[in-house]
C-alpha cells in the first residue's frame, strides 16, 4: 500500500483509504502491530507530504480534473473525493499519533515529533488549518434550525453534523493533542493559530 501512495497514481487514494482502514482499530502494541510495521517501512515519508497535499495526496484527484472541468457536477464530486481523500491522510496521522507514545519501540515516538516540527511547524500549521475550517462547518450545521427537538430532530442534526465533517475534527484535534502535549514549540504555535478560532462545537459531538 505504501508504494502504490509512494508513486502517485491512480491507485495512491485507495492505498490512503486502506492504509487508514489498517491503522485505525485499537489494538495491543506488538510485534505485528499495523502502526509498527508502517514505522518500519518508512512510511511517515509518504503521510506527511500527502498531510501537506502533495504526493498521495493529489495523485488521484487533480490528475483527472482537466477533463469537462466546467460541469459543476463533475467539480462537485471531484470536491467531495478529495475531502474523503484528505479523511484518509488524517485518519492514519491520528493513528500513528495515538500509537506513538512515549514508550513505543523503534524510536516512534521521537520520529514523530520530529516530523511535525520539520519544515517550520508546516504540517502543525497545516492540522490548525483543517482544525478551524471543520470546526466551522460543524458548527454551522449543529446550529442549523432543524424546527424541532424530538427523536426525529435529534438524528436529523446528529447525520447533518457528520455529514459537515465531525469525523474529520475528532481526527484532527487527536493529532493536535500530540503535538500540544509532545512539543513545547508545537504548543505555542497551536496556541496562537487557534486563538481566533471560536468555540461552539458541542462536547458532545467531540467526544460522546
Given at each position: 500500500m505504501?508504494?502504490?501512495?509512494?508513486?502517485?497514481?491512480?491507485?495512491?487514494?485507495?492505498?490512503?483509504?486502506?492504509?487508514?482502514?489498517?491503522?485505525?482499530?485499537?489494538?495491543?502494541?506488538?510485534?505485528?502491530?499495523?502502526?509498527?510495521?508502517?514505522?518500519?517501512?518508512?512510511?511517515?515519508?509518504?503521510?506527511?507530504?500527502?498531510?501537506?497535499?502533495r504526493?498521495?495526496?493529489?495523485?488521484?484527484?487533480?490528475?483527472?480534473?482537466?477533463?469537462?472541468?466546467?460541469?459543476?457536477?463533475?467539480?462537485?464530486?471531484?470536491?467531495?473525493?478529495?475531502?474523503?481523500?484528505?479523511?484518509?491522510v488524517?485518519?492514519?496521522?491520528?493513528?500513528?499519533?495515538?500509537?506513538?507514545?512515549?514508550?513505543a519501540?523503534?524510536?516512534?515516538?521521537?520520529?514523530?515529533?520530529?516530523?511535525?516540527?520539520?519544515?517550520?511547524?508546516?504540517?502543525?500549521?497545516?492540522?490548525?488549518?483543517?482544525?478551524?475550517?471543520?470546526?466551522?462547518?460543524?458548527?454551522?450545521?449543529?446550529?442549523?434550525?432543524?424546527?424541532?427537538d424530538?427523536?426525529?430532530?435529534?438524528?436529523?442534526?446528529?447525520?447533518?453534523?457528520?455529514?459537515?465533517?465531525?469525523?474529520?475534527?475528532?481526527?484532527?484535534?487527536?493529532?493536535?493533542?500530540?503535538?500540544?502535549?509532545?512539543?513545547?514549540?508545537?504548543?505555542?504555535?497551536?496556541?496562537?493559530?487557534?486563538?481566533?478560532?471560536?468555540?461552539?462545537?458541542?462536547?458532545?459531538?467531540?467526544?460522546?
Open positions: 505504501l508504494k502504490c501512495a509512494r508513486e502517485g497514481k491512480h491507485a495512491a487514494a485507495c492505498a490512503l483509504r486502506v492504509l487508514a482502514a489498517a491503522l485505525a482499530p485499537a489494538r495491543p502494541r506488538d510485534a505485528d502491530d499495523p502502526a509498527r510495521r508502517f514505522f518500519e517501512a518508512g512510511g511517515l515519508k509518504v503521510i506527511f507530504p500527502a498531510l501537506a497535499g504526493g498521495a495526496a493529489r495523485g488521484a484527484i487533480v490528475g483527472d480534473a482537466t477533463k469537462k472541468s466546467r460541469k459543476k457536477k463533475r467539480k462537485r464530486r471531484l470536491k467531495d473525493e478529495q475531502r474523503d481523500l484528505d479523511e484518509h488524517v485518519s492514519v496521522v491520528a493513528s500513528l499519533c495515538l500509537y506513538a507514545a512515549p514508550d519501540p523503534d524510536l516512534a515516538h521521537k520520529r514523530l515529533v520530529h516530523k511535525f516540527l520539520e519544515n517550520g511547524e508546516e504540517k502543525v500549521r497545516e492540522l490548525a488549518r483543517r482544525y478551524a475550517t471543520h470546526a466551522g462547518d460543524v458548527r454551522a450545521a449543529e446550529r442549523a434550525d432543524d424546527g424541532g424530538d427523536e426525529g430532530a435529534r438524528l436529523a442534526r446528529a447525520a447533518r453534523v457528520l455529514r459537515a465533517g465531525l469525523h474529520a475534527l475528532r481526527l484532527t484535534t487527536c493529532a493536535l493533542a500530540f503535538c500540544a502535549v509532545y512539543s513545547p514549540a508545537a504548543r505555542k504555535t497551536l496556541v496562537g493559530l487557534l486563538a481566533d478560532v471560536p468555540a461552539g462545537v458541542s462536547f458532545f459531538f467531540l467526544f460522546p
